[in-house]
C-alpha cells in the first residue's frame, strides 16, 4: 500500500525551530517529487514547495521561500519541512503529499496530489 | 502566482440533487486542474485530475469539465458521503494554487 506516514503534532513557543517528517512506502521514493501543503486554523489550503527526492531538486512558493526549508534524506525514503524561528502564524495543519506526473499527449506532464499524508498540527503558543 | 476562484463559497443541497461547483483561473491553464475532496478533520483527496479524468477508487458520479480558464465539477446525484469541502488546484505553473474552497452541506 502506498502511503505517507507523518510525525506526530507538535507544541512549540515563538522562537522555537522545528523538523517535521513524512515517510514515504509502498513506492519508489526517489521518482515521485513530495511537497508540503499548509491548511491554517478553518482555513483552505496552501501550497508550500516540493522537492523530489531523486536528485534534492526543491521549489518553493514565493509566499513561503526563506520561511521553511524543505529537504529529504532518500536512504531512509523521508521528507522533511523545517523552521528556524517558529512564529505564532505558522500554527496550523501541515500536510505532505506525492505529485503525481501523467504524460500529455502534445508533451508535458499533469501533475496531481494523488496520495497525502494524515497531516501534521503544529502550535506555537508562548 | 495564478489565482484561482471558486463559486458558490458555500451552497446547501438534499441527497439526489444534481450539485455543480466553478473554478476559475485568473489566466489559461488548458487542462491543469485538480479537484479535491476534504471531510472535516481528513486530509484532502483528489477526485479529478486533468480537469475531466476521474481518480481510480472515486464514484463515477463525480466528473469534471472545462478547459482554459472556467472549469466545472459535478456531482450528479448528491450522497449523504458527499458533504465536504471541494477545492480546485492549478498544476499548470508552480506555484500549484488551490482555490478557496466550497463547502457543500446538508440543506
Known amino acids: 500500500e502506498v502511503q505517507l506516514v507523518q510525525s506526530g503534532a507538535e507544541v512549540k513557543k515563538p522562537g522555537e525551530s522545528l523538523k517535521i517528517s513524512c515517510k514515504g512506502s509502498?513506492?519508489?521514493?526517489?521518482?515521485?517529487?513530495i511537497g508540503w501543503v499548509r491548511q491554517m486554523p478553518g482555513k483552505g489550503l496552501e501550497w508550500m514547495g516540493i522537492?523530489?527526492?531523486?536528485?534534492?531538486?526543491?521549489r518553493y512558493s514565493p509566499s513561503f521561500q526563506g520561511q521553511v526549508t524543505i529537504s529529504a534524506d532518500k536512504s531512509i525514503s523521508t521528507a522533511y519541512l523545517q523552521w528556524s524561528s517558529l512564529k505564532a502564524s505558522d500554527t496550523a495543519m501541515y500536510y505532505c503529499?506525492?505529485?503525481?506526473?501523467?504524460?500529455?499527449?502534445?508533451?508535458?506532464?499533469?501533475?496531481?496530489?494523488?496520495?497525502w499524508g494524515k497531516g501534521t498540527t503544529v502550535t506555537v503558543s508562548s | 502566482d495564478i489565482q484561482m476562484t471558486q463559486s458558490p463559497s458555500s451552497l446547501s443541497a438534499s441527497v439526489g440533487d444534481r450539485v455543480t461547483i466553478t473554478c476559475r483561473a485568473s489566466?489559461?491553464?488548458?487542462?491543469?486542474l485538480n479537484w479535491y475532496q476534504q471531510k472535516p478533520g481528513k486530509a484532502p483527496k483528489l477526485l479529478i485530475y486533468?480537469?475531466?479524468s476521474l481518480q481510480s477508487g472515486v464514484p463515477s458520479r463525480f466528473s469534471g469539465s472545462g478547459s482554459g480558464t472556467d472549469f466545472t465539477l459535478t456531482i450528479s446525484s448528491l450522497q449523504p458521503e458527499d458533504f465536504a469541502t471541494y477545492y480546485c488546484?492549478?498544476?499548470?505553473?508552480?506555484?500549484?494554487?488551490f482555490g478557496p474552497g466550497t463547502k457543500v452541506d446538508i440543506k
Open positions: 522537492i523530489y527526492p531523486g536528485d534534492s531538486d526543491t
Open positions: 488546484q492549478q498544476s499548470y505553473s508552480t506555484p500549484g494554487t
Open positions: 503529499v506525492r505529485r503525481k506526473a501523467e504524460g500529455v499527449f502534445s508533451g508535458g506532464y499533469y501533475y496531481y496530489m494523488d496520495v
Open positions: 486533468a480537469a475531466s
Open positions: 489566466q489559461s491553464i488548458s487542462s491543469y
Open positions: 509502498g513506492y519508489s521514493f526517489t521518482s515521485y517529487w
